[in-house]
């Protein structure tokens, strides 16, 4: 059995509480890389290409400009994980803590 590992460096950028009041956390992750080029702070996952409305319209009229930047402008992906208020409590998280995932993937060659 083949086994394949890769492990990424992020910094979270943000924490959200479940929308639909579920019992989970929703980490925004960005790539420390990411960051390091950017020169991002950290308090502002979207970087500095966000956009004010006063109003409505100036929203709608903005908004096309907007996501034609793409939903965080130049400063790259964003990674969410969805983790259990359990493990979030447990690991004791915040914003702009470097955190590592690690993926493994096992292969059988066999059947």
Known sequence: MNMFF???EYIIVRIDASHDGSPYVVLSLSSSKDIK???QPL???FGTNMVGFSNMDDMMRGLNK???GGALGSSGAITS???DIHEYKELNLSVGDKVYLEL???ENLGI
């Open 81 to 83: 994980m969805k983790l």
């Open 37 to 39: 080029e950017n020169n």
């Open 6 to 8: 890769m492990k990424k």
């Open 43 to 45: 308090s502002s996952p």
């Open 104 to 106: 493994t993937k096992a």
């Open 66 to 68: 907007m996501l034609s």
